[in-house]
Nanobody, 118 residues
Framework: QVQLVESGGGLVQPGGSLRLSCATS??????MGWYRQAPGKQRELVAA???????NYLDSVKGRFTISRDNVKNTVYLQMNDLKPEDTAVYYC??????????????WGQGTQVTVSS
């Protein structure tokens, strides 16, 4: 089975930064991304990237978050800067079986909690 293991979540003050990491059991040309879900809110795609470098960001995080990947280390990252309370959510590393980003990822990590609060 494909494994996705997130790390880097935690408690941070507004305006602070965190970097999430996701180690995978394989990488290849699969699209990778990050979803998040806040309590009582709809799950949303935060960022995604393909091997070729195409990226997609949620409008509310553009300019603040950056997704990147290391295909050698089989790791995807989400650098989150200028964090806001509304960024508080469980963040999930996700992976698609193919090279394209579709509506539903094929694999999900266990999630890591990000809490932005004073």
């Amino acid at each position: 089975q494909v494994q996705l293991v997130e790390s880097g979540g935690g408690l941070v003050q507004p305006g602070g930064s965190l970097r999430l990491s996701c180690a995978t059991s394989g990488f290849s040309a699969f699209a990778m991304g990050w979803y998040r879900q806040a309590p009582g809110k709809q799950r949303e795609l935060v960022a995604a990237t393909t091997r070729t470098g195409t990226t997609n960001y949620l409008d509310s995080v553009k300019g603040r978050f950056t997704i990147s990947r290391d295909n050698v280390k089989n790791t995807v990252y989400l650098q989150m800067n200028d964090l806001k309370p509304e960024d508080t959510a469980v963040y999930y590393c996700t992976r698609w079986r193919g090279v394209l980003i579709t509506a539903t990822p094929d694999y999900w990590g266990q999630g890591t909690q990000v809490t932005v609060s004073s």
